[in-house]
Nanobody, 120 residues
Framework: QVQLVESGGGLVQPGGSLRLSCVAS????????MGWHRQAPGKQRELVAD???????NYADSVKGRFTISRDNTKNTVYLQMNSLKPEDTAVYYC??????????????WGQGTQVTVSS
């Protein structure tokens, strides 16, 4: 069974930084794209950033220039460096991965989420 586990969330003041990590574990053959989504209270889940296995990156307009996504394919890990955080970045951040496990066909796996709160 494949699991995605996020870490690194917390409370930070406006203008501060946080680094999120997400590790995919289990019997994995291949991971294609990995990414981060977020969901604020009362709002729909939205894409923050994603990155292909080859390193192609896509960002939401709202985070361009402030957030940086990266991944370590040897560790099945994706990171999200968040700088210049704003109160509107407050949300639960979810990691996802387009994964081919050993025991089944390709599917999209999701983590449980990590809370990021930006407040003074």
């Amino acid at each position: 069974q494949v699991q995605l586990v996020e870490s690194g969330g917390g409370l930070v003041q406006p203008g501060g930084s946080l680094r999120l990590s997400c590790v995919a574990s289990g019997s994995i053959l291949t991971i294609y794209a990995m990414g981060w989504h977020r969901q604020a209270p009362g709002k729909q889940r939205e894409l923050v950033a994603d990155i292909t296995s080859g390193g192609r990156i896509n960002y939401a307009d709202s985070v361009k220039g402030r957030f940086t996504i990266s991944r370590d394919n040897t560790k099945n890990t994706v990171y999200l460096q968040m700088n210049s955080l704003k109160p509107e970045d407050t949300a639960v951040y979810y990691c996802n991965g387009d994964i081919v496990p050993m025991s089944r066909g390709r599917y999209e796996a999701w983590g449980q989420g990590t809370q990021v709160t930006v407040s003074s």
